[in-house]
């Protein structure tokens, strides 16, 4: 788990972004690889790490499914000592789906060390998918410590703009919406919007939201 993928820009990173993965797919998955390639071209830097249940099926262990979110956070909290001690310079939490949702509940917690400057969540699942009637999962951004910037794909059904636009956020949430997007950020063939269109807008906010937490 200390095992890191990383993804570095050219230049100085602005800051590093310790990344996890969703609920079913790894951190090598497309989607991801192409985030962490968009990411680093906005000089910001990206380390991947798998939680145990999916590195243990790369091994031939059987196909688990994940644990509950709050059962991660452990293992996303050494991830972090191990990238403080590797690396130097600002760091950013984040995760696709379950994986930033789980950086926003580390996010809360009371020890979070002072180079831990924010937290980003691709395609945070604020609902069970497709049941907008569920209790919905909005406490890791409630009581996060530190901002955090939510990328969410207009048509998500883990919470879509149309749900969205009727909830209260905290004013230490910013959600930025990806044209026409699911959950993995791609649009309808009809929409003039594109997958890597909408992939590089996302990495344009984290930069623009790593630029604002600078001291």
């Known amino acids: 788990m200390s095992d890191f993928l990383w993804t570095r820009p050219e230049t100085e990173p602005a800051a590093t972004l310790l990344m996890a993965h969703g609920a079913g797919a790894p951190m090598d998955s497309a989607f991801m690889e192409k985030l962490a390639n968009a990411l680093a071209a906005e000089g910001v830097a990206v380390a991947r790490f798998e939680f145990a249940y999916m590195a243990g099926r790369r091994t031939g262990g059987p196909k688990k499914p994940p644990p509950r979110a709050d059962r991660l956070t452990g293992e996303f909290q050494t991830a972090l000592q191990t990238l403080l001690r590797d690396s130097g310079g600002p760091l950013l939490l984040g995760g696709k789906s379950m994986g930033g949702r789980v950086a926003a509940m580390l996010g809360g917690g009371g020890s979070l060390p002072q180079r831990v400057r924010g937290i980003c969540c691709f395609g945070y699942p604020f609902h069970p998918t497709g049941k907008p009637d569920a209790e919905w999962r909005l406490s890791p951004l409630e009581e996060s410590k530190r901002p ?30 990806l044209e026409d997007g699911n959950h993995d950020f791609g649009p309808r063939g009809k929409s003039p919007a594109t997958l890597d269109g909408n992939i590089q807008k996302a990495a344009k906010e984290v930069a623009s939201f790593t630029g604002s937490l600078a001291d």
């Not at 910037?149 to 919406?177: M, N």
């Open 148 to 177: 955090v910037l939510v990328l969410q794909g207009d048509r998500d059904p883990f919470g879509s703009k149309v749900e969205l636009d009727a909830v209260a956020l905290p004013g230490s949430v910013t959600l930025t919406y």
